[in-house]
């Protein structure tokens, strides 16, 4: 049972342009959203992360949306650069029965900025 | 600070073979986890270490050890290697169990089995 789902699984966007990954959970005990960026070769990096307690928060050209209701969450890329072009990850955290916070991690998403 | 690193970058092993993959962090944190990433499963909990002398299983821990013997390192031991272990393996570090606390990824194992 897939508990993240995120979409699309690949986006091709010009450079300039706005990117939209979208992410879906079902579990009600996530309360930590987490976006990772990753680079061919890399290991993952934090980006930005939401609490659910606010609808949406800004780092730069990157913008997490919340929708608790919803149970949705989406990363929107301003003013996209080929330099953005990576596979992003979204995650959701929630307290483990031991007491740790366990990310549970979407399939990822491959973007790529055409120049 | 070096961060988390990992050794070795590549590895190539037959089936039924052993081996450990290390793992090794400077920032004195508390929280280590082992990752592996396949194409298009995004990435999946193996095994969890809160502490120095404790060890959690994750989301597939099956054909995997970990030991965790001081906050420093925290290898991932592979007891007989089969090819459905071929993947990318990422360990990562935090400070704590806290959620805000910010995960650090190593640079990652690219293992094959045959």
């Known amino acids: 049972q897939q508990q993240v789902k995120q979409s699309p699984q690949s986006l091709i966007v010009q450079k300039g342009g706005i990117s939209i990954i979208n992410c879906a959970y079902e579990?009600?005990?996530?309360?930590?959203f987490p976006w990772y960026q990753q680079f061919p070769g890399k290991g993952p990096a934090l980006l930005i992360a939401?609490?659910?307690?606010?609808s949406e928060k800004k780092e730069g050209r990157f913008t997490i949306s919340f929708n608790k209701s919803a149970k949705q969450f989406s990363l929107h890329i301003m003013d996209s650069q080929p330099g953005d072009s990576a596979t992003y990850f979204c995650?959701?955290?929630?307290?483990?029965?031991?007491?740790?916070?366990?990310?549970?991690f979407g399939r990822g998403t491959s973007l790529i900025v055409h120049p | 600070n070096a961060g988390v690193t990992q050794t070795p970058k590549f590895q190539v092993l037959k089936t039924g073979q052993s081996m450990t993959l290390q793992c090794a962090q400077d920032?004195?944190?508390?929280?280590m986890s082992w990752y592996r990433q396949d194409p298009g499963m995004g990435l999946r909990l193996i095994h969890y270490?809160?502490?120095?002398?404790?060890?959690d299983q994750g989301e597939v821990p099956n054909g995997y050890n970990v030991s965790r013997s001081t906050t420093e390192d925290f290898p991932l031991r592979l007891l007989s290697a089969a090819p459905s272990q071929t993947s990318v393996y990422f360990c990562?570090?935090?400070?704590?169990?806290?959620?805000?606390?910010?995960?650090?990824f190593g640079p990652g194992t690219r293992l094959t089995v045959t």
């Open positions: 990562a570090s935090r400070k704590g169990q806290y959620r805000d606390y910010e995960q650090y």
């Open positions: 579990n009600t005990a996530f309360d930590y």
């Open positions: 920032m004195n944190h508390e929280y």
């Open positions: 995650a959701a955290s929630m307290h483990a029965s031991g007491g740790s916070y366990i990310p549970t």
């Open positions: 270490s809160v502490g120095a002398g404790i060890t």
């Open positions: 939401i609490r659910p307690d606010v």
